[in-house]
């Protein structure tokens, strides 16, 4: 995907395009920012950019015979280097860059290599890259990837091109995913306010099992006044996916109703795609019973994190959230 078709990430993508404008490419850089903002897929674009037969504008073109290679990773200059395993160990780098980095491109202008997760880099293995980073041979550009930028050591970190990367604006990615889903305004907000702004974790969460999963959490949610809550307990326990998800669009639900019931805006909800249930369920809820949920869900997730027995732990929420503002 060639820089034009990334949404967000305005700050990266001038930077980088500025560079190529200049030909004053960096021979190392440190894509930082969390998980799902886009650091890979730009990583790739800039590896198309510098190797792309067609580019315009100091863009790939996206089409040509290379850029669609790097796209599928088979070009044989972009290289990804990933854990063996648990890290990215000393062989990794001595095989795959200081072998192969002394030589020419074989058919693209440069050779590319991907560090992804450089955390990930074992002690011997992040000295080993050092040297390299000391005397970068030409034509090569490396692109270390992490969510933890403090975990790599201080004279790596020193040698790179370090570029942040933020969480894409709630608009921005709800139009982004509108048109690409080709789905409902709505659900695209949903998407973009439940994926915190993360592109790769929104496009995760419109998967038809997780709508399926989002549907039947909100769904015993919704009927936690006529069910009894043993039977709230059993049914979310009895959903085949993991518990962390489970709580967090519960979450979610009841943060909505009290955005609602304290007179929040639409622009506010979530769950958007949920608005008229949440209306009728709000006519039947008050700020202080809500409160008191909330922070019920938000205990079971802190609970979870201390291997507390699940079934347990379920029924102890939902028995609070059936009878919430009564004395534990
Ligand atoms: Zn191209």
């Given at each position: 995907?060639?820089?034009?078709n990334?949404?967000?990430?305005?700050h990266?993508?001038?930077?980088?395009?500025?560079?190529?404008?200049?030909?004053?490419?960096a021979?190392?850089?440190?894509?930082?920012?969390?998980?799902?903002?886009?650091?890979?897929t730009?990583?790739?674009?800039?590896?198309?950019?510098?190797?792309?037969?067609?580019?315009?504008?100091?863009?790939?073109?996206?089409?040509?015979?290379?850029?669609?290679?790097?796209?599928?990773?088979?070009?044989?200059d972009?290289?990804?280097?990933?854990?063996?395993?648990?890290?990215?160990?000393?062989?990794?780098?001595?095989?795959?860059?200081?072998?192969?980095?002394?030589?020419?491109?074989?058919?693209?202008?440069?050779?590319?290599?991907?560090?992804?997760?450089?955390?990930a880099?074992?002690?011997?293995?992040?000295n080993?890259?050092?040297k390299?980073?000391?005397?970068?041979?030409?034509?090569?550009?490396?692109?270390?990837i992490?969510?933890?930028?403090?975990?790599?050591?201080?004279?790596?970190?020193?040698?790179?091109?370090?570029?942040?990367?933020?969480?894409?604006?709630?608009?921005?990615?709800?139009?982004?995913?509108?048109?690409?889903?080709?789905?409902?305004?709505?659900?695209?907000?949903?998407?973009?306010?439940?994926?915190?702004?993360?592109?790769?974790?929104?496009?995760?969460?419109?998967d038809?099992?997780?709508?399926?999963?989002?549907?039947?959490?909100?769904?015993?949610?919704?009927?936690?006044?006529?069910?009894?809550?043993?039977?709230?307990?059993?049914?979310?326990?009895?959903?085949?996916?993991?518990?962390?998800?489970?709580?967090?669009?519960?979450?979610?639900?009841y943060?909505?109703?009290?955005?609602?019931?304290?007179?929040?805006?639409?622009?506010?909800?979530?769950?958007?795609?949920?608005?008229?249930?949440?209306?009728?369920?709000a006519?039947?809820?008050?700020?202080?019973?809500l409160?008191?949920?909330?922070?019920?869900?938000?205990?079971?997730v802190?609970?979870?994190?201390?291997?507390i027995?699940?079934?347990l732990?379920?029924?102890?929420?939902?028995?609070?959230?059936?009878?919430?503002?009564?004395?534990?």
């Amino acid at each position: 995907m060639p820089f034009h078709n990334i949404r967000g990430q305005q700050h990266a993508l001038e930077y980088l395009r500025r560079s190529l404008q200049n030909q004053r490419i960096a021979h190392a850089f440190l894509f930082t920012g969390p998980e799902g903002v886009g650091k890979r897929t730009t990583a790739l674009a800039l590896a198309q950019a510098l190797n792309c037969q067609e580019t315009e504008n100091q863009d790939a073109c996206g089409l040509c015979n290379t850029c669609r290679r790097i796209e599928k990773g088979v070009h044989p200059d972009v290289h990804e280097i990933v854990p063996d395993g648990q890290s990215i160990k000393i062989e990794q780098i001595r095989d795959s860059i200081h072998r192969e980095a002394m030589l020419k491109p074989l058919e693209g202008k440069n050779k590319i290599y991907l560090l992804d997760p450089a955390d990930a880099l074992t002690l011997e293995a992040a000295n080993s890259l050092l040297k390299l980073l000391e005397e970068p041979p030409a034509k090569v550009v490396l692109i270390l990837i992490t969510t933890q930028p403090f975990a790599l050591l201080t004279t790596i970190r020193s040698r790179c091109q370090e570029i942040r990367f933020q969480a894409v604006a709630r608009q921005v990615l709800a139009q982004w995913l509108e048109a690409r889903l080709s789905c409902t305004q709505a659900q695209a907000v949903t998407l973009a306010m439940l994926s915190g702004g993360r592109p790769a974790e929104a496009l995760r969460l419109a998967d038809e099992e997780q709508k399926a999963l989002r549907a039947q959490v909100l769904q015993i949610a919704q009927k936690t006044k006529e069910l009894e809550w043993e039977v709230c307990a059993q049914q979310v326990g009895e959903l085949r996916a993991e518990l962390p998800e489970i709580l967090m669009f519960l979450l979610t639900w009841y943060r909505d109703l009290l955005v609602l019931v304290q007179g929040g805006e639409k622009a506010l909800i979530i769950n958007q795609d949920y608005w008229e249930a949440l209306q009728q369920a709000a006519v039947r809820e008050t700020a202080e019973g809500l409160q008191e949920k909330y922070r019920s869900v938000l205990q079971a997730v802190e609970q979870l994190k201390r291997n507390i027995n699940v079934q347990l732990l379920l029924e102890n929420l939902f028995s609070r959230l059936a009878n919430p503002l009564q004395a534990i």
